[in-house]
Nanobody
Framework: VQLQASGGGLAQAGDSLRLSCAAS????????MAWFRQVPGKEREFVSA????????LYADSVKGRFTASRDNARNTVYLQMNSLKPEDTAVYYC???????????????????WGQGTQVTVSS
């Protein structure tokens, strides 16, 4: 499975952006999907994960209530709607897929087998 993330860009505090992660070479139906983000010099940070079938999502406390993950299995795409953006949301955002991760481990980046290339989100104050 190849993942292609897009939708990043420049935003001002309070703005919204929607990231997309399109898959090719296989269906995402069997994968739990996640979003991580990373800033230079820091470890990759969990943002959100979304279940295979139920669409139930988990979020990092830092984005809860502002970000919403969703998936469209028919389009083989997952999304991250980011509202009320803050300067501290500035990072490279990565989508990831895993067929083996369990709920208790969704925040562990090592559990994901496939990664997109990342898309830069920059939020100015």
């Amino acid at each position: 499975v190849q993942l292609q993330a897009s939708g990043g860009g420049l935003a001002q505090a309070g703005d919204s952006l929607r990231l997309s992660c399109a898959a090719s070479g296989g269906s995402l139906r069997g994968y739990r999907m996640a979003w991580f983000r990373q800033v230079p010099g820091k470890e990759r940070e969990f943002v959100s994960a979304i279940d295979r079938g139920t669409g139930r999502s988990l979020y990092a406390d830092s984005v809860k209530g502002r970000f919403t993950a969703s998936r469209d299995n028919a389009r083989n795409t997952v999304y991250l709607q980011m509202n009320s953006l803050k300067p501290e949301d500035t990072a490279v955002y990565y989508c990831a897929a895993s067929s083996r991760v369990i709920t208790s481990a969704v925040r562990d980046s090592s559990m994901y087998d496939y990664w997109g290339q990342g898309t830069q989100v920059t939020v100015s104050s």
